[in-house]
């Protein structure tokens, strides 16, 4: 068994995990961070994309509201090609409490979170097609944040001084000595092979898993698994991020991110992070809310329905996840339970990841007698060295029209070309076709991979060849099982919506891969007893998952 050898482990590839991990290595702490996906994998891939302004928390939560507000001032500095600065209207519709307005301006000042009244008229003057009959509206410094791009150049910057990534290993378990924690072991989920790493510390930056990996070490730490339903429509009808202004709820926020707009969020708390589905009527009930903001929504076409889970720390018993905080919550266990080298960190939100880190890595470097002070708030990241410039919703049809490379898109509804395909799979170590869709947003569009998947396997045959060996020393068919895993990925959600034309467009999806190219027919590894089309495409971890492609297209249908 391969031992590897750290200061810190760090638990856990979403945004909190890999920024502990960059400031670790600026302070020259050796670190290596294991992630059991791709990097945003879990929730910091999986939400809606805003960046917080701190408006959202000002009555029920003010500590998170400041930290929010803060935090966005920094991460425009620092990684302003991830953000897109599209502002923010808090909007007092008529379903909502009139005075709550006053309340609201009132805890901004508070909190420190910049506000400003603007008139009704201005507001429509700038969205058109928001309601109409909303009563008041106030600015703030919302924004949304592309959170796929933004983790990897955190984590690009964590390598360029030194620290280790390694995706697709799973924490097995947890090593002790007595009543200290000296490690974990791993396993590769791509070659099965256990990996020993001994640190001097463990940091657990697993979020909603934080619990299961507290567990291993037998200390408890209570996070409630907040599911958040969102869903993704085939159309920005507005640039601003539209909230309404009242107490945090479901379905009301808009959140317009690259080429769609997401209405969210549900909270429903969820027994297990890694099983959940969405029911069909959370999906009614958001496009309901979505019509309070914008009459006609539920008329727009319906793209894609996920969800996330939040990471939610449970210091007090309550029955309803949004009583608790969003703010969060560093656990030092070995003042807490007793158990030395360990430490967790909780709740949170995807804009106060930075300060999270921060105070995480003030924490280990005291323990480790480093004095080197934190340098991520003035620290510009990989991307945003040369120009600072903000992202802008152009910029990839400028840049084709610049270069007369309409022929090399690869994806034609998110302007994904061959080059951009190529250097995910090359530099940036995809393991399947899913990783290239989180660095490229390629199968994100309208056709939800319809075109684009046949292509980019197509590359990856080019790059890699189309077979592989499995560990049981069986030869696969590579390209079969990537192209299926990734329909399947599509698929899972593209079922709550299957309607209107997002249904015509399955449909015509189905005769391209299974009338056409009969993509259930392909080579398979199959267990003892089972038959052809049942279970699992491959034993290969890294892209194993269950099909039954052409029961669940039909029954789609």
């Known amino acids: 068994m391969q031992t590897l050898s750290t200061e810190v482990l760090v638990i856990g590839g979403g945004s909190t995990g890999t920024g502990i991990l960059f400031d670790l290595a600026q302070r ?18 999986r939400y809606h994309g805003l960046l917080h302004s701190g408006g959202r ?7 998170s509201a400041t930290e929010c507000a803060e935090e966005n001032a920094i991460l425009r500095k620092i990684m302003p090609h991830c953000l897109e600065d599209t502002s923010g209207f808090f909007v007092v519709t008529p379903w909502d409490v009139p005075d709550y307005g006053d309340r609201f301006v009132q805890a901004c ?40 791009l933004a983790t990897h150049v955190v984590a690009e910057g964590a390598k360029q001084h030194g620290a280790q990534v390694l995706n697709y290993h799973m924490v097995v378990d947890l090593l002790r000595e007595g009543n200290r924690v000296i490690g974990a072991l791993v396993e590769d989920l791509r070659t099965g092979e256990q990996k020993r790493i001994e640190s001097a510390y463990v940091m657990n930056a697993a979020g909603a898993w934080a619990g299961k990996i507290a567990g291993m070490a037998d200390v408890k730490v209570s996070v409630v698994p907040g599911k958040g339903t969102m869903v993704a429509m085939n159309h920005r009808m507005v640039n601003t991020v539209i909230n309404r202004c009242k107490m945090p709820d479901d379905g009301d926020i808009l959140v317009p991110i690259h080429t769609v707009a997401v209405i969210g969020t549900t909270d429903v708390p969820v027994p297990n992070p890694d099983v959940f589905g969405i029911d069909a009527e959370e999906v009614a009930f958001m496009l309901e809310e979505g019509e309070k903001l914008v009459p006609g929504f539920a008329t727009y076409r319906a793209l894609r329905a996920w969800a996330g889970v939040r990471p939610l720390y449970q210091d007090v018993d309550t029955a309803d996840n949004r009583e608790l905080t969003r703010t969060y919550k560093l656990l030092d266990h070995s003042e807490r339970d007793g158990v ?58 400028a840049e084709t029209e610049e270069q007369h490379s309409y022929g090399a898109l690869v994806c034609e509804c998110e302007l994904v070309s061959r080059d951009m395909v190529v250097k995910a799979i090359t530099e940036g170590n995809a393991s399947n076709i899913d990783d290239i869709r989180r660095d490229t947003r390629l199968g994100m569009g309208p056709c939800q991979g319809g075109f684009c998947t046949y292509r980019a396997v197509a590359i990856w045959d080019e790059i890699h060849g189309p077979n592989w060996s499995s560990s049981h020393g069986d030869e696969l068919s590579q390209s079969g099982a990537l192209l299926r895993h990734f329909l399947q990925e599509r698929w899972k959600g593209l079922t709550p919506v299957t309607w209107g034309d997002q249904l015509r467009q399955q449909r015509l999806d189905q005769i391209i891969y299974l009338d056409i190219l009969g993509v259930n027919l392909l080579p398979q590894t199959l267990e003892k007893g089972q038959q052809p089309g049942e279970g699992l495409v491959t034993d290969h971890p890294a892209i194993a998952t269950e099909y039954h492609v052409r029961e669940e297209l039909t029954t789609g249908e």
């Not at 009244?117 to 949304?144: M, T, W, Y």
């Open 57 to 63: 928390y000002v009555v029920k939560d003010p500590q």
């Open 28 to 45: 020259g702490i050796r670190a290596i961070l294991v992630e059991k996906g791709d990097l945003t994998h879990g929730t910091t891939g």
């Open 340 to 397: 030395a080298g360990f430490i967790s960190i909780v709740g949170g939100k995807w804009t106060t990841y930075r300060l999270m880190a921060e105070e995480a890595v003030d924490a280990l470097a005291k323990k480790l007698g480093n004095t080197q002070p934190c340098r991520t708030r003035e620290t510009v990241l990989p991307g945003s060295e040369t120009d600072g410039h903000l992202y802008w919703l152009g910029h990839r049809l």
């Open 109 to 148: 000042h508070n909190t420190r979170v910049p506000v400003q009244e603007i008139s009704v008229e201005e507001a429509l003057r700038r969205e058109p097609l928001i309601n109409p009959k909303i009563s008041r509206v106030f600015e703030v410094q919302d924004g949304s944040a592309d959170s796929f």
